[in-house]
Structures are given as structure tokens and as C-alpha cells.
């Protein structure tokens, strides 16, 4: 495990936002976590649907996970209230995003298109290695916790082994061949954010996130 960037050592309550390729990238926050001491911290925002997992749906809800649905049917009030619980308790927290919405898969070149697409549409960089992330449930959680936040950690994984010779793109690793060490090394760079240097307003937010996602494309 390779890390680059500014991690630092001591516990924050913070918002990390990170590129998602598989469900090992769920374990990436974990491992950056337990260098801080702050592994029982980490919460996830997840997709609705994960929550019907057997066992891991229930924990991940006991433990302060906040389940979405996308786009029209995001609920903001629902996931601003659970995040109020958390700050009125003084919950430590780390909270995990992926503005992706889903995994950049390269065996998946429809949804890389509607992503690009999309983004075109919007008068937005089109990204290649990435997908446009979306903003919503972000802003709702730095616009909900800012007074409780510490920073926000922008993380980017990459995984060896994931680009062939002609400069494709290729499946990032499932967790069983991470697991039986099928990927030699992962690099992740940390960038922390101040709160201070991120727009409050989603429309701003949303062009600051993008900007983001750009430095993880190239």
C-alpha cells in the first residue's frame, strides 16, 4: 500500500470523497482509517438497494450508514436528519462517499457513455478514467456538518495491473483476488481540504467537485 499526500495522524471528523472502481475501495477507507486510530469511525453512504445485503444492510444502518436513492429520488431531509442525530450525539466521524454514484467499470462502456454524455451536456469536462461524479449527497453532508467537520479528505485509488500495454483500461480487482494478492500494489493519494476552500452553494460546489474529478482523470 503506497500512500502519497498529506494523512494525518491524528483523528478528525471528516468527509472523504474517493474514485470507486470495486468493493475493494470500501477497504481503502478502512485502511487509512486504522492509520489515524479512527477505524470504529468510518460510516458509509451506500446506495439504497445494498441495504437488503443479509447482515451487512442491518450493520451498516445500526452504525450510522445513510442509504440514497439517485437522481429525482433522493431523499435531502431524510439523509440531513440522520446526519443531525450523528453530529447532536457527537458521533466521531468518517464519512464515506463515492460521488460517482457507481463503479467506473470498463466492461460497462453505456454507462461511461451516459456519463460522458451527460457531462457534455452540462458544459462540463468530459472525463475518461472517472465518471461525473454527482454532488448531492456531498453538499447535503458538508452543508449539514460544516461546523463539525474537520476537513474533507479527497482520496484517489488506483489499482496495478489495471491498465494494459496499449493503455486500456481494465477491471480493478474483486475483493477475492485483492484478498489472494492478484494485485501486487494499490496507490492512494490524500488531498485535505480545508472547509474554508470549498463553496457553500450546490451550484458552486457542484463545478468544485467536478475540478476534483478532473485531477483524478488525468
Known sequence: VIIYGDLPKNKENVIYLSNHQCTVDWIIADMLAI?????????YVLKDGLKWLPLYGWYFSQHGG???????KFNEKEMREK??????AETPMYLV???????????????IADSQTFAEKEGLVVLKHVLTPRVKA????IDTM????DAVYDVTVAYEGTVDHKGQRK??????????KECPRVHIFIDRIELKD?????????????????IKDK
Open 83 to 88: 446526519l443531525w442525530v450523528q453530529v447532536k
Open 66 to 72: 445513510i442509504y440514497v436513492k439517485r437522481s429525482a
Open 35 to 43: 492509520r489515524q486510530n479512527a477505524l470504529g469511525h468510518v460510516r
Open 138 to 141: 456531498t453538499h447535503v453532508a
Open 171 to 180: 477491471l480493478a480487482p474483486s475483493m477475492t483476488e485483492f484478498l489472494c
Open 198 to 214: 470549498i463553496p457553500e452553494e450546490q451550484m458552486y460546489m457542484r463545478r468544485w467537485l467536478h475540478e476534483r474529478f478532473e
Open 97 to 111: 462517499i463515492f460521488p460517482e454514484g457507481t463503479r467506473y467499470n470498463p466492461e460497462m462502456p453505456k454507462v
Open 146 to 149: 460544516k461546523d463539525y467537520l
